[in-house]
């Protein structure tokens, strides 16, 4: 991927000598490891208060930019260990009318029903002691056959009550094209997955989209629409071709743990070569747990997995990839404002 090389490093020449630096590190320790994952996740004892900035300790403070918490048995707990394991920052996403309503009602509650303040940046990320939670609300192409109505009557309520930044939605999705499993007819994907386009443009939201066998038509309905400002492409599955087209028209690409996967070798390349102000990581939970822990439930918690991995991949301590995409994250979801 030439162009998106040259970016890379345009990136490293803006960021400044000390993420270089620390590059050299990262790449001694990727050379000494075989597998793709990443190390553990870093979990402090008592995680009751932020370290001081040292090379020493581990202050990276996380954020998983796509999960579905709502389906969690139970939530608050699940968040509870996620804040242990320095996840700072979660968006919970929906998948149709009633767990995008679930998502909004958590975001309130498990931040404590507090209005939301700009955020501050990674010096001010909340650390151990807080946690962010932001929702989204779409219709899943799985669901499109449902139609959109019940989504943009949920849509108008939270605007005509106390406004969507208030309610903590950052994003219309997860939408967009499945054509390996069909659970709804394609025209009636396309069609539903246009209307949110329109619907992010509309609201100034970031777009959260989900595709799958389904690149042109994701990519055509995108440039007929309008591609929004803030575009992520969750769960990036694709290859080099599909990676660069994505970059082209400003989207951000959002790994998974699926990049710690055995057979994800292409997926890796993307990610070595994806420019740093791209990406973004994420759970997917409770879906796609990461090596090692597979066969298990994947939880926030684990995008400290998915974050090293990546970190590893690119040359960077996960300290560095922490800070990274935790800014990415407040630009792809508008959060800075
Ligand atoms: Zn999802």
Not at 86 to 102: I, L, M, P, W
Not at 276 to 289: G, N, Q, R, W
Request: net charge negative.
């Amino acid at each position: 991927m030439d162009d998106s090389s040259d970016r890379t490093g345009q990136v490293e020449q803006q960021e400044g000598s000390w993420l270089r630096r620390r590059r050299g590190t990262a790449r001694r320790a990727q050379r000494e490891t075989s597998a793709p994952a990443g190390p553990e996740p870093v979990v402090e004892a008592s995680p009751s208060s932020r370290s001081p900035v040292s090379p020493s300790q581990p202050t990276a403070i996380w954020t998983d930019s796509h999960c579905h918490l709502q389906d969690e048995p139970d939530p608050a707990a699940t968040l509870a260990l996620a804040r242990a394991a320095r996840v700072g920052r979660v968006v919970c996403v929906g998948t149709d009318a009633a767990s995008s309503r679930r998502a909004v009602i958590l975001a309130s509650e498990l931040s404590g029903n507090q209005a939301p303040a700009p955020s501050m940046g990674y010096a001010q990320a909340p650390g151990a002691r807080d946690i962010e939670v932001w929702a989204t609300v779409g219709l899943h192409p799985h669901d499109a056959r449902a139609g959109l109505s019940s989504v943009i009557e949920l849509l108008d309520e939270l605007s005509a009550g106390e406004g969507l930044r208030r309610s903590r939605v950052v994003a219309i999705g997860e939408c967009g094209l499945d054509y390996h499993y069909d659970n709804s007819p394609r025209d009636v994907q396309r069609d539903v997955f246009a209307a949110q386009v329109g619907l992010a443009n509309r609201h100034n939201l970031a777009l959260v989209i989900h595709t799958r066998e389904a690149w042109d038509d994701t990519l055509s309905i995108l440039e007929h629409e309008g591609v929004p400002e803030r575009t992520i492409f969750h769960c990036f599955t694709g290859g080099e071709q599909e990676a660069r087209r994505c970059l082209r028209i400003g989207g951000l690409l959002s790994f998974s743990g699926i990049v710690t996967f055995a057979n994800a070798v292409e997926l890796r390349q993307v990610v070595t070569h994806c420019p740093l102000d791209c990406l973004l990581i994420e759970t997917d939970s409770p879906f796609l747990t990461p090596v090692p822990h597979r066969g298990r439930r994947n939880s926030p918690s684990n995008v400290t997995v998915v974050g090293n991995a990546v970190g590893l991949l690119k040359g960077f301590e996960p300290e560095v990839l922490a800070a990274v995409s935790w800014m990415n994250a407040e630009k792809a979801f508008g959060l800075g404002v």
